[in-house]
């Protein structure tokens, strides 16, 4: 077979790293931004923070060496005006500052007499816990990470021994490995003084299953209870957490998740103000003092020494990431109160009071339509952005919704159907709850027409459980 070579002209599209880097800065929320900002400046040695008012930065373009020695000679110190102190910056303010769950039920291990050895595994086992205090690792994975990472041999009958320990600890239950272990513990550290609560303990340990799947005439036969005792104990074993770590509340940590708002919209005298939040997202300038050492290097005859040559050019390369990236936040920015202020513009009606039955059916290509950019752009500004109004701060993703028809061809939100949906089982009788079916008849009876795998779709966003998961009795 002969070997061939030929030309072939194709055309691909590729994005440059510079396209590439403003697409992560798009899809980045406040917060991160911030980090960002900062990780840039350690890594680019000619950025940094600029105290100055931003309103007056002029935007950055691309220059050259020798126009970087034409620059004015003034003083920065003379072109602003320094009103704020560098310590004026938001600063999160901890609530809390005490033990953690996990400090605590050390310190309380550390009265119980243990020789060190099961000090250092019941140590282990209580950084096994997870937050919700429980221990969701089996025994002998834990023992077999114990030989990996402390160096002590154990078995998993020590373990349980040690677990029984922790088991007996504050707060009642936790060290659970489930749900009905953790019930039947919280028990065991009761008085048990009432026909309810023996009765309760003995649905617990004997008839969880059946209990769980909420089969109560199955539970009443079996016991020979009658419907005011069995709702009685019903009410004893909810009184119970099912989170034992919840129950303590002492302990605050750094990484508890705050929301930050990406904008701000203010309403006013029937008057909308929109502002992006970047109170704390630090602004960044070029420092003179490498401009300066250009400066330097070339001398008055503008000729680059030999010597100078490899030092300039990495310093312009630095400098033009630098304005690069100073034109990317701008560019974030633009793009950010752009796609902001049309979906404001498309959901007035409803940032006047939050009123979510006045959500219109909106999709990301309303958005795109109207801005000029594309989907992607707009699904990247809306993702993990949220904006504080006058009623609460609201991710930017829940307002997009998909429209739905009436019978009289009407188009509604999603909302809408989802509030009626809740409103139909918050009033349902809990004795007999509402099929997925009923509900989809009850909807087409109001005129929206929806299948009952829709209803089943809404019902599940909602959190709401199937019909025989919401009996009570």
Known sequence: MAINQKQVLTLQQKLSPQQIQMIKLLELPTVQLEQRIKQEIE???VLEEDERDPESEEEPRE??????????????????????SKDDKQRPVYLTGGRSLHEYLVEQLGYRNLSDRDMRLAVYLVG????????RRDLESVADDIAFTVGVETTSEELERLL????????????????????????????????????????????FDEFAKKHYEKLMARLQL????????????????PKPGNLYAEGGTDTTPYII?????????????????????????????YVDMIRDMVGQSGVVREKDREAIQFVKSKIDSAKWFISAIKQRHDTLMRTMQTILD?????????????????ILKDIADRTGLDVSTISRVVNSKYVQTQFGIILLKSLFSEAMQT????????????????????????????????????????????ARRTVAKYREMLGIPVARLRKQI
């Open 43 to 45: 890594n680019n040695i």
């Open 63 to 84: 220059i050259s060496v020798e126009e970087y020695l034409r620059e004015d000679d003034t003083p920065s110190y003379k072109s602003r005006i320094n009103n704020y």
């Open 128 to 135: 096994s816990i997870d937050e919700d205090g429980y221990l």
């Open 164 to 207: 029984g320990i922790i088991h007996q600890l504050e707060p009642a239950g936790v060290g659970a490995r489930g749900l009905q272990e953790c019930l039947l513990l919280q028990m065991d550290q009761m008085t048990l003084a009432s026909r309810a609560q023996r009765t309760a303990r003995k649905i617990v340990a004997s008839y």
């Open 226 to 241: 009658t419907e005011e005792e069995f709702r009685e104990a019903i009410a004893e074993i909810r009184r119970l957490s």
């Open 261 to 289: 708002p990406d904008f701000i919209l203010d309403y006013q005298d029937g008057q909308f103000l929109l502002s992006l939040n970047s109170y704390n997202v630090p602004e960044v300038r070029i420092s003179r003092r």
């Open 346 to 362: 498309y959901q007035r009606a409803y940032f006047r009071d939050g009123d979510r039955s006045k959500l219109r059916p909106m």
């Open 407 to 450: 019978e009289t061809g009407e188009e509604v939100s999603s909302y809408e159907i989802k509030n009626i949906l809740k409103e139909c089982i918050d009033d349902e009788d809990k004795r007999r709850p509402l099929t997925d079916e009923t509900l989809m008849d009850v909807l087409n009876a109001k005129g929206y027409r929806i």
